[in-house]
């Protein structure tokens, strides 16, 4: 069996021992129908037990209907499932001190901190990627370890940080000023980190921008918070607004409420201009504040919708999962349109760290008869 992986240039087919897949919804009905099939040929009690089980809801599909699935996005989302453990591991390991290695049995028990199925071992995960991970013997005791070529691409992404830091810097700044009072615990963005496109250490560096934030604790229960220290009008444009400039028409149609009509109304474009503009409402800046609007109407749902909007745009891939838009739920007053991806898939705008991730993904699919020639490529790089 395959599984499908994105890597730096190309898309690779590798054999992966994955568990057999659920049925789908298509072979579920077969099934069903074959069983249904049988009924008469089987004793009463038999049948009577067979029909329960086709009538119970247990059997009855749980995906989302074909239609409305993205296969493009899809792969993303298994393509952050075969690299969970590549990209735990390294933070893991890089944080630790040089040489950046932990004891086989103890990694073993650090299923969640470094991405590994539980009940797995953790060095079947490691030998998959041996350009990045070794298994090395000190004083018998074999141990998970960084490779040296892996602490060379940790350099390379450090750099990358640091360059891109005044642009994180300004992404936080504007996250702030999305919440309600102007405040996220520091908890909450360092869990979000790798969302974002923040360092490990970012929560150590804002202490080098006192004009931009400020760190507080919570009197009640000792948190501490990331507060906004001054509020910038020049940053309170949403991504929506400044598409507004360039193409009204466009972000109309993405908060489009149409009104049927029949097809042979005679309207020209003109008309059917005024009638999308009639049935638009206007676009409401998720930095306006949230609390002065009146619960469940149209004018807060579309506050809402734009601040969800607001925040995949500040991320590093323009994507998130459902759970790090619910660790703001709070700070955004909250009670998926991908139009950063083409139609198949692939992220129109890359982030440098974006095409560092997908350029360490590739060193992951590699085998040991590849990472030869690769040493020898870079080796003139790292000298």
Same mark, same amino acid.
């Given at each position: 069996?395959?599984?499908?992986?994105?890597?730096?240039?190309?898309?690779?087919?590798?054999?992966?021992?994955?568990?057999?897949?659920?049925?789908?919804?298509?072979?579920?009905?077969?099934?069903?129908?074959?069983?249904?099939?049988?009924?008469?040929?089987?004793?009463?009690?038999? +049948?009577?037990?067979?029909?329960?089980?086709?009538?119970?809801?247990?059997?009855?599909?749980?995906?989302?209907?074909?239609?409305?699935?993205?296969?493009?996005? %899809?792969?993303?989302?298994?393509?952050?499932?075969?690299?969970?453990?590549?990209?735990?591991?390294?933070?893991?390991?890089?944080?630790?001190?040089?040489?950046?290695?932990?004891?086989?049995?103890?990694?073993?028990?650090?299923?969640?901190?470094?991405?590994?199925?539980?009940?797995?071992?953790?060095?079947?995960?490691?030998?998959?990627?041996?350009?990045?991970?070794?298994?090395?013997?000190?004083?018998?005791?074999?141990?998970?370890?960084?490779?040296?070529?892996?602490?060379?691409?940790?350099?390379?992404?450090?750099?990358?940080? =640091?360059?891109?830091?005044?642009?994180?810097?300004?992404?936080?700044?504007? $996250?702030?000023? $999305?919440?309600?009072? #102007?405040?996220?615990?520091?908890?909450?963005?360092?869990?979000?980190?790798?969302?974002?496109?923040?360092?490990? %250490?970012?929560?150590?560096?804002?202490?080098?921008?006192?004009? !931009?934030?400020?760190?507080?604790? =919570?009197?009640? !229960?000792?948190?501490?918070?990331?507060?906004?220290?001054?509020? %910038?009008?020049?940053?309170?444009?949403?991504?929506?607004?400044?598409?507004?400039?360039?193409?009204? #028409?466009?972000?109309?149609?993405?908060?489009?409420?149409?009104?049927?009509?029949?097809?042979?109304? *005679?309207?020209?474009?003109?008309?059917?201009? +005024?009638?999308?503009?009639?049935?638009?409402?206007?676009?409401?800046? *998720?930095?306006?504040?949230?609390?002065?609007?009146?619960?469940?109407?149209?004018?807060?749902?579309?506050?809402?919708?734009?601040?969800?909007?607001?925040? $995949?745009?500040?991320?590093?891939?323009?994507?998130?999962?459902?759970?790090?838009?619910?660790?703001?739920?709070?700070?955004?007053?909250?009670? +998926?349109?991908? %139009?950063?991806?083409?139609?198949?898939?692939?992220?129109?705008?890359?982030? *440098?760290?974006?095409?560092?991730?997908?350029? $360490?993904?590739?060193?992951?699919?590699?085998?040991?008869?590849?990472?030869?020639?690769?040493?020898?490529?870079?080796?003139?790089?790292?000298?």
């Amino acid at each position: 069996m395959a599984r499908r992986l994105f890597c730096a240039t190309r898309t690779l087919l590798l054999p992966a021992p994955a568990p057999v897949p659920a049925p789908t919804s298509a072979s579920s009905a077969a099934a069903a129908e074959a069983s249904a099939s049988l009924l008469p040929l089987l004793p009463c009690k038999r +049948r009577k037990k067979l029909l329960r089980k086709l009538n119970s809801p247990r059997v009855a599909p749980i995906e989302p209907e074909a239609a409305r699935r993205v296969p493009a996005l %899809d792969a993303v989302l298994d393509r952050d499932t075969a690299f969970r453990f590549l990209h735990r591991a390294r933070s893991f390991l890089a944080s630790l001190p040089p040489p950046h290695r932990i004891p086989l049995a103890e990694a073993g028990k650090l299923y969640r901190e470094l991405g590994f199925p539980r009940g797995r071992k953790v060095s079947r995960s490691a030998t998959r990627h041996p350009l990045l991970f070794h298994l090395p013997v000190v004083d018998s005791v074999p141990h998970l370890a960084l490779t040296p070529f892996m602490c060379s691409l940790l350099e390379e992404e450090r750099r990358i940080h =640091d360059d891109l830091l005044p642009s994180r810097v300004l992404a936080v700044r504007k $996250l702030l000023m $999305l919440t309600a009072h #102007r405040r996220v615990p520091l908890a909450k963005l360092h869990h979000c980190r790798a969302v974002l496109g923040l360092p490990d %250490d970012f929560r150590d560096r804002v202490q080098d921008f006192p004009d !931009d934030f400020r760190v507080v604790v =919570d009197p009640r !229960d000792g948190r501490h918070f990331l507060e906004l220290a001054r509020w %910038d009008p020049a940053l309170a444009v949403s991504a929506l607004e400044r598409d507004f400039v360039v193409d009204e #028409r466009r972000v109309r149609r993405t908060f489009r409420f149409a009104v049927p009509h029949r097809r042979l109304m *005679p309207l020209d474009a003109e008309d059917a201009d +005024r009638l999308d503009m009639a049935t638009t409402f206007p676009l409401v800046s *998720p930095y306006t504040n949230g609390a002065l609007l009146k619960p469940w109407t149209p004018e807060a749902e579309k506050y809402r919708v734009g601040v969800v909007h607001e925040f $995949l745009n500040l991320t590093l891939e323009k994507r998130a999962m459902i759970h790090h838009i619910v660790e703001f739920k709070e700070e955004f007053g909250l009670t +998926r349109h991908m %139009d950063a991806y083409d139609e198949n898939g692939v992220l129109k705008e890359k982030d *440098p760290l974006v095409l560092f991730n997908e350029k $360490l993904q590739h060193y992951a699919c590699m085998s040991k008869i590849d990472s030869r020639e690769t040493m020898i490529d870079t080796a003139g790089l790292t000298e």
